[in-house]
């Protein structure tokens, strides 16, 4: 079964500190692969996505993600956390069916940045 | 703003009635997406529609239902309603054949049973 794992539920990291969110995923294929933030009482935020191409992908807001191939990764990374970065972040996994897609999420990653 | 809208922001009720949530993509979005977000189980995938038909299920309970109409909003029906019901219902909405696989979401609704 296609899957995502953020194996850690809350992440705490002081401001201007790097930060790492881990996600892990399980799909045939190519992975199409996505982080989404949602901040309280509102919908959830595409942050950026993996297709193909640079391991590396930059998003919005400073954040980014590096693609492993070979650990099944794709950890969301900043090289200076904000207090306002404090969110709730979910990885993402690209299904396919007949007229578009579906994402399947994982459970979350509360990420606290302390001032 | 995302451009998607969910009506009511927010609903309670009691165990075995039935509500309806309302969702209005995107303009020129074809594709929509339901999904329920609670503390336990997280945020669960539960249908899609493409341009007024299914397209795919998830995690919806037999109690549950939706459809899609010809303007393209989308509504979702719970019915039966158990306390376990309460959650955040998000519908999204995607632009088909892009292929980015970016969804946009409304802001939710969220639903209370007691």
């Known amino acids: 079964a296609q899957s995502v794992a953020q194996p850690e539920d809350q992440v705490n990291v002081a401001e201007g500190n790097p930060l790492t969110v881990k996600c892990t995923y399980s799909?045939?294929?190519?992975?199409?692969l996505f982080w989404y933030v949602q901040y309280p009482n509102r919908g959830l935020q595409f942050l950026l996505k993996y297709i193909t191409g640079d391991n590396l992908v930059k998003g919005s807001y400073g954040f980014e993600a590096e693609f492993n191939k070979s650990q099944t990764s794709f950890h969301l990374k900043k090289p200076s956390a904000l207090v306002s970065d404090s969110a709730l972040y979910f990885c993402?996994?690209?299904?396919?069916?007949?007229?578009?897609?579906?994402?399947?999420f994982g459970k979350g990653t509360t990420l606290s940045v302390s001032s | 703003d995302s451009g998607v809208t969910q009506t009511p922001k927010h609903l309670i009720t009691a165990t075995g009635q039935r509500v309806t949530l309302r969702c209005s993509p995107r303009?020129?979005?074809?594709?929509v997406y339901w999904y329920q977000q609670s503390l336990d189980q997280g945020l669960q995938f539960l249908i899609q529609y493409y341009n007024g038909e299914e397209r795919a299920k998830g995690n919806i309970l037999e109690r549950f239902s939706a459809q899609q109409f010809p303007d393209l909003h989308s509504e979702l029906n719970l019915s039966s309603l158990e306390l376990g019901d309460s959650a955040l219902y998000f519908c999204?909405?995607?632009?088909?054949?892009?292929?980015?696989?970016?969804?946009?979401f409304g802001e939710g609704s969220r639903l209370t049973v007691l």
């Open positions: 999204a909405s995607s632009v088909v054949g892009s292929n980015t696989g970016e969804l946009f």
């Open positions: 303009s020129g979005d074809l594709s």
């Open positions: 799909v045939s294929g190519n992975p199409y």
């Open positions: 993402a996994v690209r299904v396919l069916n007949q007229a578009g897609t579906a994402l399947i």
